[in-house]
Antibody, heavy 119, light 112 residues
Framework: EVQLVESGGGLVQPGGSLRLSCAASGFTFSNYWMSWVRQAPGKGLEWVANIKEDGREKYYVDSVKGRFTISRDNANSSLYLQMNSLRAEDTAVYYC????????????WGQGTLVTVAS | DVVMTQSPLSLPVTLGQPASISCRSS???????????LNWFQQRPGQSPRRLIY???NRDSGVPDRFSGSGSGTDFTLKISRVEAEDVGVYYCMQGTHWPLTFGGGTKVEIK
C-alpha cells in the first residue's frame, strides 16, 4: 500500500524557516517524480514544486523561488521542502504528492501538514 | 502563467441527476509530445485531493465509471452521469502541460 506521510509543519514567525518532510512507502520511491502542493485555509490548490526521480531537475512556482528548496533522499524514500523567509501568505496545508502533473501512473497524496506563519 | 477558469463555482445537484463542470485554459494544453495534460481532482470535505481523470479522459484506477472527462485544446468538461451522495466536494481541473502547473478555482458540488 502506497503511503505518504508529511511532517514538520507548525507555527513560525514571519521571516522564519521550516523544513517539511514526507516519508514514502509502498513503492519504489526513486522511480517517480515527486511534488509539493499547498492549500491556504479555505482556498484552492497551488502546485509549489516538483523534483525529478534523480533530483537533478526541480521546478518552483514563482512565489517561492529563491525561498523554498525541494530535495529528496532516495536511499531513505524521503522528500523534503526547506522553506526560508516565510511570509503570512505561505500559511497553508502542504501536501506531498507522487505526481508530476503529467503522470499517467496513479497519483497519490499525503494527508498534509499545516504551516502557519504568524507573529 | 496558464489561467484555468472553471464554471460554475457552485453546482447544486439532485441525487441521481447528471452534473457537468466546465474548465477553460488561457492557452492550448497540447504538449510537444502530442499529449494534453489536463487532469481533474476531487476533494471531499476534510480530505486530501484525489485525482479522478488524467490526460483529459482517462479514469484513474478505482474511479467509478459515472465520471467522464472530455475536451481538447483549451476547453474541457467533467461529467458525472448520476450524482451520488459521496460525490459531494470540490472539483478542480489542473493543467500539467506548462510550468508553473496551475489549477482552476474549483467547483463545489452539493446535493439539493
Amino acid at each position: 500500500e502506497v503511503q505518504l506521510v508529511e511532517s514538520g509543519g507548525g507555527l513560525v514567525q514571519p521571516g522564519g524557516s521550516l523544513r517539511l518532510s514526507c516519508a514514502a512507502s509502498g513503492f519504489t520511491f526513486s522511480n517517480y517524480w515527486m511534488s509539493w502542493v499547498r492549500q491556504a485555509p479555505g482556498k484552492g490548490l497551488e502546485w509549489v514544486a516538483n523534483i525529478k526521480e534523480d533530483g537533478r531537475e526541480k521546478y518552483y512556482v514563482d512565489s517561492v523561488k529563491g525561498r523554498f528548496t525541494i530535495s529528496r533522499d532516495n536511499a531513505n524514500s524521503s522528500l523534503y521542502l526547506q522553506m526560508n523567509s516565510l511570509r503570512a501568505e505561505d500559511t497553508a496545508v502542504y501536501y506531498c504528492a507522487r505526481d508530476s502533473g503529467s503522470a499517467v501512473t496513479t497519483s497519490y497524496w499525503g494527508q498534509g501538514t499545516l504551516v502557519t506563519v504568524a507573529s | 502563467d496558464v489561467v484555468m477558469t472553471q464554471s460554475p463555482l457552485s453546482l447544486p445537484v439532485t441525487l441521481g441527476q447528471p452534473a457537468s463542470i466546465s474548465c477553460r485554459s488561457s492557452q492550448s494544453l497540447v504538449y510537444r509530445d502530442g499529449n494534453t495534460y489536463l487532469n481533474w481532482f476531487q476533494q471531499r470535505p476534510g480530505q486530501s485531493p484525489r485525482r479522478l481523470i488524467y490526460k483529459v479522459s482517462n479514469r484513474d484506477s478505482g474511479v467509478p465509471d459515472r465520471f467522464s472527462g472530455s475536451g481538447s485544446g483549451t476547453d474541457f468538461t467533467l461529467k458525472i452521469s448520476r450524482v451520488e451522495a459521496e460525490d459531494v466536494g470540490v472539483y478542480y481541473c489542473m493543467q500539467g502541460t506548462h510550468w508553473p502547473l496551475t489549477f482552476g478555482g474549483g467547483t463545489k458540488v452539493e446535493i439539493k
